[in-house]
């Protein structure tokens, strides 16, 4: 029988190791998909602190480590909600989009993170949030959301009361649909038909508030 020389012989590679800051970014990314999966599938209520910890496949302890505690885990998945969102808005429109294709593009890419298994989770979470609970981040979230809106409608003024408007009533409408549609079931989508309507106020409005802008200036000249 021939004979392997030592030369000849494959080495299995040697399994990296990972580094503490990757091993902790696991963890919590496999804890908080968990908080997501049982909530879309068991719902708020069920989804204790044994069934995150077993879904996730750590012991609690490890879970209070990374987060705390529950409300640590839930502010950690609100979080994560919102930069979802921004990430989806992270390449702006170009400056030669005209309002109609900026608008196209903003509500699109936002009716995919409000259609998404996340915001179904994000949503009730905010439903059974203690009402003493103030989370630190909440305005850090709105400026956010203003900057992201501020890139796609210069047109608009954060400080007037009509471009706040309009911007509350983009997230209600959208909210709104997603809400309804998760009382129609879990495969239910946000319909074309509704976002087609939200498409042409923006687009009306904010050619408004644009004008408005305009005249403003022109006055002040």
Request: glycine share 6%; charged share 30%.
């Amino acid at each position: 029988m021939a004979t392997v020389s030592p030369q000849t012989r494959i080495q299995a590679p040697e399994r990296e190791r990972r580094s503490h800051a990757e091993r902790t970014a696991e963890t919590r990314s496999r804890v908080m998909a968990a908080v997501v999966a049982s909530i879309a599938e068991v719902g708020y209520q069920r989804t204790t602190a044994a069934e995150i910890a077993r879904r996730a496949g750590v012991t609690w302890g490890a879970v209070q480590h990374h987060f705390g505690d529950k409300d640590g885990i839930l502010m950690a998945v609100l979080e994560e909600a919102f930069d979802d969102f921004a990430r989806l808005h992270a390449n702006p429109p170009s400056d030669d989009d005209g309002i109609e294709e900026r608008v196209a593009l903003f509500i699109d890419r936002s009716a995919k993170h409000f259609g998404s298994a996340l915001y179904r989770s994000n949503f009730e979470i905010l439903l059974n949030l203690p009402t003493d609970l103030e989370p630190s981040w909440q305005r850090e979230m709105l400026a956010a959301w203003i900057r992201i809106w501020s890139r796609y409608f210069p047109e608009t003024d954060p400080e007037d009361r009509r471009s706040v408007d309009l911007m509350s009533y983009t997230i209600s409408v959208l909210s709104g649909l997603a809400a309804t549609r998760m009382l129609e079931g879990r495969r239910a989508r946000i319909g074309s038909g509704e976002l087609r309507y939200l498409k042409d106020t923006l687009v009306r409005e904010v050619s408004r508030c644009d004008g408005a802008r305009s005249k403003s200036a022109a006055r002040q000249k």
